[in-house]
């Protein structure tokens, strides 16, 4: 007697069926689609980190910032830019903030600090802000420091990724841990080449909120496994539905639940970062809520297009399950 993965009829129209968790997309069966666009996104990625490369932030590159407050207002950043580089120093970036009433300038390490060039420096953004020398804070950071951060971050990825990996393997099986890591993978290359590509400046509060999202996307992938596990576990030789099609019926249970969770983290994120950040001058907050609402929904994809469809393409080369779709499309007059 044969057995199949059987689900209720589907009933109802499209939105219906799919708020309750009876939606049948073929997420699986486009596999080569999903590839493709994650291939797409991978190599503008990495082009855009070859050509563009990151924009690092001073605690990476080292450098100097003047922080103004109690400002007269009345001038923008590009004036304190221009000002500050017409004492001779480049790439310099500025922000205003609070109406007027605050500023900071941030520069490459000054050649001395405490001597003539920084006088220089403080003198026109005093003279631009209308506030006394004594007024500007001033805060340098060595390159030293930016390489001991990088280093930090780097082994804070590889031990999360170590043990992600392990955890998977034992939970589930060392082919759902390989699955995760691809996905993990895509959604580190692809958000950090579109902060290349953006040119987003790269922060300690982005390395922070890349490895937050990268536990967000893992969760919502852990989720998708554990209903693939539990559904096809009751597969066998008599089966009448291959491991990609149980899988993919797994996944449509758990879509709305995935993208439920998306949307509600998704808001707040956004929130501040578009009012908290854009209008109502909070800066501090845009590097966290930037990095954590491009990576959530990287994340939310890459858990729906490439995790599932990684695991069903590794999973059918087992041969028990690889046998299984050989007699059922056999069956179903597919192969000759």
Do not use: C
Request: hydrophobic share 50%; no cysteine.
């Amino acid at each position: 007697m044969s057995q199949t993965i059987t689900r209720g009829p589907a009933t109802g129209g499209g939105f219906k069926r799919f708020f309750t968790n009876q939606s049948q997309f073929d997420f699986v069966g486009r596999s080569r689609m999903w590839a493709l666009i994650s291939l797409v996104l991978i190599a503008v990625s990495l082009l855009a980190l070859g050509v563009r490369q990151l924009n690092f932030g001073i605690d990476f590159t080292g450098g100097t910032t003047f922080i103004v407050t109690g400002a007269a207002g009345g001038f923008g950043a590009e004036d304190l830019r221009e000002a500050v580089g017409a004492t001779g120093v480049d790439e310099v970036s500025a922000q205003v903030v609070d109406g007027g009433e605050g500023a900071m300038v941030t520069t490459p390490s000054i050649e001395e600090v405490g001597g003539e060039q920084q006088d220089r420096v403080l003198d026109a953004i005093a003279e631009v802000a209308g506030v006394e020398r004594g007024e500007i804070d001033v805060s340098a950071v060595g390159p030293r420091w930016g390489e001991q951060i990088s280093r930090q971050a780097i082994r804070a990825l590889v031990v999360f990724l170590v043990l992600v990996a392990l955890y998977i393997a034992i939970r589930f099986e060392w082919r759902m841990a390989l699955a995760a890591l691809v996905t993990l993978a895509h959604d580190v290359i692809v958000t950090v080449g579109i902060y290349a590509l953006v040119g987003f400046q790269v922060t300690p509060a982005s390395v922070i909120a890349l490895l937050t999202i990268l536990g967000y996307s893992l969760y919502d992938t852990v989720v998708v496994f554990d209903r693939v596990t539990e559904d096809t576990a009751r597969l066998s030789s008599v089966s009448t539905q291959t491991y990609g099609e149980v899988a993919n019926s797994s996944l449509n249970e758990v879509l709305i639940r995935s993208l439920s969770t998306s949307v509600t983290s998704l808001l707040p994120v956004g929130s501040l970062l578009f009012i908290g950040a854009t209008l109502l001058g909070a800066e501090t907050l845009s590097d966290l809520a930037l990095a954590l609402f491009v990576g959530m929904a990287i994340g939310t994809y890459s858990s729906i297009a490439v995790a599932t469809p990684a695991l069903v393409w590794l999973k059918e080369r087992e041969p028990r399950y690889a046998e299984l779709k050989d007699k059922i499309e056999t069956r179903r007059g597919r192969k000759a």
